[in-house]
Structure formats: C-alpha cells, structure tokens
C-alpha cells in the first residue's frame, strides 16, 4: 500500500484537453490554485493544445506508474470540454448498481408509467433515463410545448441542478418588513437597534479521506466530481453565494481546513474555530462567523472520548462558541454549538450519551447572571431521523427509555434482532453528568493566564448555578412520576424544518447517496414568544429567537432527478441547511 500522499498524486490527476474550437477552464482556478495532493502553491497541471492519439498515457507517476490501473483512463465530456482522469482504484464505477441498493420510490414519489428498477442511481453510467426524463415523457400528440419543457428538465438534470426556494416567514410577525431574507441572506442590518437579524449555515461537506474510505456509496457519481479539487470550489461557492453570518460545518478535513477553507472563509471576513477528532481519523467540526456581526466571547471544544470509560470509545466532538453581536456592549450574547454523533446506528446508548455530553457544555456556557440560559443555536449531523427517540429529547426535553433497544434510539436500525435494550442508567456516574444533562463537578477550564484561580473559582460557582437551575426548572414537574430510567434537559428547542413537503407530506432529506437518503442534520434554536415553530398560545419566559426564513430542502425523488448526491453543483452527499433568525433585544 502505498503512503497517502502518493496515493493522492495518482488518483486526483487531471488533465484538461484543449481541443479545436474549444475554451479553456470553465472555473476561474486563480482563485483557487490548489489541488489534492500539492501544497496550495503549487500550480494545478495543465496540457496544452496538441493532437493525442486515443491510446495516450501520460507519464506522470515514475517508478509508481505499475501500482495503477491505466484503464481507468475514461474521457469525461462536459459542455465544450473533454477531460481524461486517472480514478482511484476503489472509485471505478461499476455497471449498475447491486438489486439491493437500487433507489425505488413509493407509490405516490415514483414517475407515472415507469416502474422501480429504472430508478437505479446508476442511470447514467448505464444509460437509463433519468425519472425527470420518464416522468416527463409526453404521448404522442402532446403540444410542441411540453416537449420544449422536457428538453429544459433534461437539461437540468444533466447539468446537476435543483432548485432550492427561499421560505419566507416574515409575513408571520406584524412588525416585519418583507425585505428579510433574499436569495444570499445578506442584508444590512435594519436601522431599528432594537433587533438583530443572522443567519446560520450548518453543513456536512463530507471529508475527502471518508468519501474515499467509503467509495461504494459513490458509485452513483461520475468520477470526476468526487475529486477534491473539483469540489472544493463547489463548497466555496456555497459559502459565497448564501453568505450566512455563521457556518457549522461538520467533516471538515484538518489538511483542507489549514490549507484552503480557513485561508478562504478569512478572505470572506470570517472567523474560524476547529476542533479536531480525537481519534486517527483527520477531521472535526467547525464554527466560522462574520467579524462584522459577532466577536469571539469564549470557545468551548467538546471531546466525548473517555479513556476510563468504555462505553465513550469513539472518537467524537462538538464545539461551543459564545458569540456577542456587534451592537451595544449589553447585547445579550448567542451560544452557537455544532457536533457530528456517532454513526453507528445499533449503537444508540453512545449517541445518548454524547448527547448529554454536548448539552451540559451548553448549559455550562450558555448560563448567564440572571439564571436563564441566552439564546441558543444547536446545529449539526445528529445521525438521527426525525421522530426517533434522540430526536424527540432533543425537541421535547425528556425522554423515558426503559425498554427502548439500542438500535432504536436514532430511528436508522429497523431490525430488532440480537438487540439488547438500554441499561439504567445509560452511563456511569463516574462521567460526572446528571440525568439532567448537566455536569455534576465543576469541568476544568485549561488556561495559561494568570488569573488561572479566579477562572476555576467562577468556573465552580457556574456549575453549581447551572445545576440548581436545571433542577429548579424541572421541579414543576411531580418528582414522584418521573422514572428512574428518564432524561431532561432545561432547554426549549425547536427545529428549523418541519421535516415534510407541506402540500405532499413526502418527507425531506437532507443526505442521499448509494444506500440511503434520509434527514439526520438538523438546525435547532431556542424559540421566542410567538415564533412560528411554537402551537398559538404558548407562552415562553425567557428571551430566545424568531424564525425570519429558510432554504427548503428537498425529496428523495428530487435529488435522483440530479442524479443524487454529490453531483455536478452540490459536491456533498448532505445539503446545506440555511435559516434566517431575529433577536429582539
């Protein structure tokens, strides 16, 4: 096996063929002069206009050259331009795809006269039709015009686009304008001081090394939009366009972050915060906001591995920012928190448990003088599906989880066979958190300043603050009705997205690849009096946020019209998740 950094020079080698009547690049790369396996520096390979014989192999590897397959050599043909690209070994595509992971669609998603096998991801590696294209053929007789809107649907799903709309909510509060939230949710802010208008992204952009360490849930994708240095200025452009005053982003590899994306979102006027994972695999989580709208009050890196014990082996982590708006010193500030759980879908006793992890950090820092908690922002790939049993903690701050199996808790395992249930409680005592999902004991605060003392003294009197004040919010409730096997936390939360397609009731998603598409990313916020995801009536005390808008997501039927994820112009396999929030001071 060769060293990583080799395998990178052969595997993310391209070469662009300036043939006759042809242009040069489609993509301006001086702004972005960087390709996988070189540092930033160095220049992108180019060859020059010249007749080549079919059979050509340029000789770029040396004495490696025998460790790759040069048929993998393929011609990939874009709008006036032809590539030829050297693939990974483990990102040959095959012919179609396995029966089992076909995509099929239900009865009401699947096109009109076509039936479930010619839905095959794979379509257009194996020459099937599009569903845009089966859905959309006409009969004979049917007007020139439709046929024009078929070649238009065609066109768009060769070309990787869908449509995403902006849902704007603004309509649902008497004292909104209707200019709040445009296509780039950037506006300056309102001359009313007495509120503050932001936006969020949350992202997984799915790290290079594990599209690579996974490459059969890309067999769908045509090769060269899997290449790191064709992705890289998709992601960019992402940014760019929705300009969001803070990005989560989850999968955020650390070569790439130090490299390229944090050198770039700089350019762009934000600021950046990492945490890596704890484990060998190179990437993490990170927050990144406008310099123009916040300033850095604290930042709180969330390791959920615990050598001492064994049920915290995994290797991931969260990040807690506490931002203060750039407005009056007063200003109340925002907790913005962003994590990528686990995966493992039979292991829901490990997502639980840095789930509580996560939320006691957040009570630890977004607990202010006055006892309530400031306004929060949880976002991130919770690797749960709406309506499962993490989920509904996340929303409804309590979960009762005697005789709930393992593999149910994310709503991803269907199968209860060999599954064991959760036991009471879920973790050890030694993890130091109560089952309200606050930290029991004072967490050390790793500081080289010499007020070392005071920070750990104010450090205690928080935690203990926090605990009381969790306790205290929860003592409404008859102590004597509340199981053993039972979890609360003290925050109001609610979700962004409804989860479903309002007319349809076809659910969302926000990730698709080969063997699934499914919503597991969320953006979660405290919500304030009369915000449009709180039942009328309800009543909040405390201050929290109001939902402006956001970027609508889209059906699993929407995103295989484009091939799914990555494709052409999302060079992810998740969406985006953007939405547009009002602090009223």
Not at 567 to 585: G, K, Q, W, Y
Request: hydrophobic content about 30%; some cysteine.
């Amino acid at each position: 096996m060769l060293p990583r950094h080799l395998q990178s020079v052969g595997r993310n080698w391209i070469a662009h063929l300036e043939f006759p009547q042809t242009s040069c690049w489609n993509w301006n790369f001086s702004a972005y002069p960087w390709w996988v396996g070189n540092p930033f520096w160095a220049p992108f390979p180019h060859v020059n206009s010249w007749p080549l014989p079919v059979d050509w192999k340029p000789n770029v590897l040396g004495p490696v050259r025998s460790r790759f397959s040069f048929q993998n050599f393929r011609p990939f043909h874009t709008a006036q331009n032809s590539w030829l690209n050297l693939s990974h070994s483990n990102m040959d595509p095959q012919g179609e795809e396995p029966q089992y992971k076909r995509r099929k669609f239900t009865d009401e998603e699947s096109p009109k006269g076509n039936d479930s096998k010619s839905s095959s991801p794979n379509r257009e590696d194996s020459g099937m039709p599009s569903p845009l294209e089966t859905s959309n053929s006409q009969a004979p007789g049917e007007s020139e015009e439709a046929n024009l809107v078929q070649e238009g649907d065609r066109a768009r799903s060769r070309a990787g686009i869908v449509q995403r709309h902006w849902e704007d909510f603004c309509h649902h509060y008497k004292d909104s304008t209707n200019n709040l939230g445009n296509k780039y949710l950037h506006q300056e802010q309102a001359a009313d001081t007495e509120k503050f208008d932001f936006s969020v992204m949350s992202y997984n952009i799915l790290s290079q090394d594990l599209l690579e360490d996974n490459s059969h849930l890309y067999r769908h994708c045509r090769q060269p939009v899997l290449f790191w240095s064709y992705r890289l200025p998709n992601l960019l452009r992402e940014f760019r366009e929705f300009n969001a005053d803070v990005l989560c982003l989850q999968e955020v590899q650390e070569d790439h972050y130090l490299a390229q994306i944090k050198p770039s979102l700089e350019a762009l006027g934000y600021h950046c915060e990492y945490k890596m994972r704890t484990g060998s695999k190179p990437d993490g989580c990170a927050i990144c906001f406008k310099t123009s709208k916040f300033a850095l009050v604290s930042s709180n890196p969330v390791e959920f591995f615990r050598s001492d014990i064994p049920l915290l082996d995994r290797d991931n982590v969260g990040l807690v920012l506490l931002l203060q708006p750039n407005l009056e010193p007063n200003t109340p500030v925002i907790c913005v928190a962003n994590t990528h759980l686990l995966y493992n879908p039979r292991r829901g006793d490990i997502k639980l448990t840095q789930l509580a992890i996560l939320l006691a950090e957040i009570a630890g820092v977004a607990l202010q003088a006055d006892g309530e908690f400031c306004p929060i922002v949880l976002c991130g790939d919770f690797n749960s599906v709406p309506g499962s049993p993490l989920h509904s903690f996340i929303k409804e701050g309590r979960l009762n989880y005697e005789g709930l199996t393992i593999g149910k808790v994310s709503g991803q395992e269907i199968s209860p066979r060999g599954q064991r249930t959760l036991p009471v409680p879920i973790w050890p005592e030694s993890l130091g958190i109560s089952d309200s999902c606050v930290y029991e004991q004072p967490q050390k605060q790793k500081s080289e300043s010499p007020g070392e003392e005071d920070l750990v003294e104010k450090t205690t009197e928080k935690a203990e603050e926090t605990t009381e004040n969790s306790e205290e919010k929860l003592s409404n409730v008859d102590s004597t009705q509340i199981p053993k096997s039972s979890l609360q936390h003290g925050f109001s939360l609610s979700s962004v997205y409804s989860h479903f397609i309002p007319e349809t009731g076809i659910p969302e998603v926000t990730t698709c690849h080969s063997r699934t598409a499914v919503t597991v990313d969320y953006i979660f916020y405290s919500a304030a009096n009369n915000d449009i995801s709180l039942p009328p009536g309800t009543t909040v005390q405390r201050r929290g946020l109001k939902l402006l808008g956001r970027l609508s997501l889209l059906t699993e039927h929407d995103l295989w019209t484009v091939n799914g994820l990555p494709n052409e112009t999302i060079s992810s396999d998740h969406l985006s998740l953007v939405a547009r929030f009002r602090l009223e001071l």
